[in-house]
Structures are given as C-alpha cells and as structure tokens.
C-alpha cells in the first residue's frame, strides 16, 4: 500500500507534529505512578519465579506441578516483555534504579542484553520493515516480505516457522552473529568475536534451568526439568506470538532502502505505524504481552513506559482516522491468522510490485529511535 496517496507533504508534516504533541505531553508527566507500576510488575513476576520454583520441587503432584509451571511461566513471561525488553528500552532510566538501567541490565535470556540492543534497539527500530535493512523481516531464516529472493528452502517455511516459535530464545541468542552476511561483508572474526557472550548467556541458562535446580530437588529432580522445560517453551511461544502478530500480519508494509534516504520525523512516523500492527485485548493480556499487543505506538514512541500505550492508543487511531491512514489492530485470531497466510503466501514463489512510502527522498531520524 506504501504512502496513501492522499497525503500530502503538509499532511505528513503535520501529522508528524501530532504524534509528537502527544510524546511530549507524556514524557513530561512522569513519575510516581510510572514508578508503582513496574515496581507491582516487578514484585509478581519475582514472587511468581519463587513460588513456581517451588511448588514444582512438589511436582510428583500433579496439581503442584501445573501450578509451579504457570507461575514459573508467567514469571518469564513477565520478566522477558514487560521488564527485560523495556528495560533495555530505556523506559525506566528515568528512575536511576540500578535494577532497572537499560545499560547494566541482563535479561532472563540466551541473548545478551548488549547484542539484543545492537539488533533490535537500533537496527530493528531505525530500519522497521526496510527489506536488507532490518533483518527482523525473517531473522535471516524466513521469507516475509514480496522483495525478498525466493528460495527453494522457503516451501518448507511453515515448518520453520514453527521450529523458530519452539526454539525462539535460541534464535534471538544468533540474531546479531548475521550468520548469512558472514564471508561476505562481515568476517569470521567479527563473527566470532559475539560468541563468548552468546556462550556465557547459553551456560548460564543451562546451568540454572536444567542442572542447578533440578539437582536442588534431588529425587524430584525430574518433574522440576520437565517443570523448567515447559516454563521456557510457554514463554518461547507465547513471544514468537506476539511478535510475529504485531510485525508480520498481512497487512503490514515492507519499504526498500531507498524510502529511509532524508525521511522526515512525520515520514518516520508513518513508516513505523504502517510496519506495525496491534492487538485488542484485556488489561491482563496487553501487561502478558509487554505492551507489544500496542505495537504501533511501541514503535512511534520506544523509550516511553509501556503501559501509558494503553492511554494513548485511542488518541494515536483517532489521528489515523482523520488522516486516513490504516490502523491496523484486531484480535489474536484475526491477526495471527493474517501471520499465517503471510508465512503461506512468501513461501511461494512469485512477487508483486509494492508501491513506495513516498515518491521524493525523505529528513533526519528521530534521535530516541537509535540504540539505548
């Protein structure tokens, strides 16, 4: 769909001025009631690890191990959307809490925090959806946009996919390596020089999940792996989920390298909200999600604490509507299965002409869409 036709330059300038009328209002009303909410955020999902941990040292009942294993799920669950990734965002620098500065802190996850805010801080958030830009459009391994080559490999693309939701940790941990530009324009070193941090991540999940407390169970030591196990496949898929409903829907725009060249603040901006998509849902749901379920106002505005896109979202889709602009929000169902006939559509091989964000070269990126 590209740029919609209607909109003029003005327009876009103008546009842009709005959304960041709204950023401003925002920003400048920080405080004690940001500060509660993570603190309420951070006291569930440590007391959620606690006692799911120790419930399932309770396992050989079946009730305890259920139990142990929602909770130890929904702790990094909590931990990986709501905390870590906005953390690393920058939302809480604010507070100069040591716990909870984007420049020290290091997630319950395979990738390191250093690595994750090189790929997707700067890379993913600057170059949204530019297909050779930002290698969050198919982490490498998948077809999702028309202007990616078609390979053979890409007819087995749902299996993929679904190994990729399984194992979704492990895939973010190589994200940065960029395995398929090595020998081309980046070299083995470069790429060997990610690997100590990557492996220290690995061991120390490893160490914890699967040796260190199932060996504190002793004769429990099975239901607490399969316990850890489980918690850790609930999280992968529940973040491949959200993810891939908030970028990959099919009707989400992909633009090409030349569309970033001189953008404006207004032409980053509908850059952003035309690669996003959003889900509709309860409260419960958007804090499970990270606020990602708002992924159109996460990319607008990425440093800003996630639960204020709950207030804003009414605001930013009535400047959408006046405009003209797609909104492009559902439910789960409606957007996931826009997700899989996307996945469906890009493992065949054919290719359609795309119409571009604007037809002149564009101004400066927003300085908060760079690397925390």
Not at 117 to 125: A, D, G, I, R
Not at 284 to 294: A, D, E, K, T
Request: proline share 5%; glycine share 6%.
């Amino acid at each position: 769909m590209g740029k919609p036709t209607h909109l003029t330059d003005a327009d876009i300038a103008e546009f842009g001025r709005e959304l960041d009328a709204i950023r401003d209002e925002q920003m400048s009303d920080i405080g004690e009631r940001d500060a509660g909410y993570i603190h309420k955020v951070l006291r569930t999902q440590r007391s959620s690890e606690v006692a799911g941990r120790a419930l399932l040292m309770a396992g050989i009942l079946p009730p305890a191990w259920l139990a142990g294993t929602a909770l130890l799920s929904l702790s990094k669950i909590l931990e990986n959307m709501e905390i870590g990734h906005n953390v690393m965002h920058g939302q809480w620098d604010w507070m100069n809490d040591p716990a909870l500065d984007s420049g020290t802190y290091e997630w319950d996850n395979t990738c390191p925090s250093s690595q994750w805010k090189h790929s997707h801080n700067y890379v993913h958030h600057t170059f949204t959806n530019i297909v050779d830009l930002d290698r969050d459009v198919g982490y490498g391994i998948l077809r999702m946009a028309e202007d990616q080559p078609w390979k053979k490999r890409f007819l087995l693309q749902p299996l993929t996919a679904a190994v990729l939701a399984a194992w979704f940790q492990w895939g973010v941990a190589l994200h940065d390596l960029e395995i398929e530009r090595i020998g081309k324009d980046k070299s083995l070193k470069e790429a060997a020089a990610l690997l100590p941090p990557i492996w220290g991540k690995v061991r120390k999940q490893l160490l914890k999940d699967y040796i260190l407390f199932p060996a504190l169970a002793g004769p429990m030591a099975p239901f607490v792996l399969t316990g850890n196990y489980s918690a850790n496949l609930t999280r992968n898929l529940w973040t491949f989920l959200i993810i891939f409903c908030g970028h990959f829907t099919d009707e989400v725009e992909m633009f090409d390298e030349a569309e970033a060249i001189d953008e404006t603040r207004g032409q980053w901006y509908l850059r952003q909200l035309l690669g996003s998509s959003n889900l509709t849902g309860s409260v419960p749901f958007h804090i499970l999600s990270g606020h990602l379920s708002y992924q159109i106002e996460h990319h607008l505005f990425p440093d800003m604490p996630s639960h204020r896109y709950r207030d804003i979202a009414p605001r930013v889709q009535a400047i959408c509507e006046r405009y003209g602009i797609n909104y492009n929000t559902g439910p789960l169902t409606k957007q996931f299965g826009g997700v899989v006939k996307r996945i469906l559509r890009m493992s065949l091989p054919h290719r359609r002409k795309r119409n571009t964000l604007a037809e002149q070269p564009f101004a400066d990126l927003p300085v908060y869409a760079e690397a925390a």
